[in-house]
């Protein structure tokens, strides 16, 4: 029967311990490498590639895509920090789902860089412009449109110098 080594028998760890969320994360992120990511046209058929097999992606078009090799070695750091670490596990786990991210992203549009033409980059662009336009105007806006409340409201009760209804007349200003 086998037994751990001696320097192992003082380690308790706890179900309870454990960083499950960046475990789960870890995992998923381990699956995700081997299952499809996208087709690549090869004259009549068609290739399906994984984060696995993107060396042929990067034997065609360059060698930035082995950075994808990255991948599993990040996740299955997460899951050792997840179980032996769990306070650093959150770090490392934001660290490598920001990273992952940003990377990602960037492929992405790099990837719609070189197969759609530049009128839907403009148009992109207007579109961003437009909410970030409107969202940082927003508030504005909003602020005038109170304030004119606000003032309307105020002309409307200011004094007329009319009798009130005590008797006594309002001040005029």
């Known amino acids: 029967m086998y037994s751990a080594p001696a320097a192992w028998h003082h380690v308790r760890m706890s179900w309870k311990q454990i960083n499950w969320p960046v475990l ?3 995992l ?10 996208i087709r690549v046209p ?5 290739q399906i590639v994984s984060g696995a097999s993107m060396g042929v992606v990067a034997a065609q078009f360059g060698g930035g895509y082995y950075v994808v090799y990255l991948l599993p070695l990040f996740a299955l750091g997460m899951g ?3 179980v032996k670490k769990p306070s650093w596990a959150s770090v490392i786990a934001i660290v490598v789902g ?5 990377w990602g992203l960037f492929e992405l549009a790099r990837f719609l860089f070189l197969q759609t033409r530049w009128g839907l980059w403009v148009t992109a662009v207007g579109a961003m412009l437009a909410a970030f336009g409107g969202a940082l105007t927003w508030r504005r ?16 009760e200011a004094p007329t110098g009319e009798p009130s209804d005590t008797g006594t007349p309002r001040a005029s200003t």
């Not at 090869?42 to 068609?46: A, M, R």
């Not at 920001?98 to 940003?102: I, K, T």
């Open 28 to 37: 998923v992120l381990l699956v995700g490498f081997f299952v499809p990511w």
């Open 42 to 46: 090869d004259g009549d058929s068609e």
């Open 24 to 26: 789960v994360a870890a």
């Open 98 to 102: 920001v990273s992952l991210l940003v």
């Open 141 to 156: 806006a909003h602020v005038l449109v109170v304030q004119a409340k606000a003032a309307a409201k105020a002309a409307k």
């Open 80 to 82: 050792v920090a997840a």
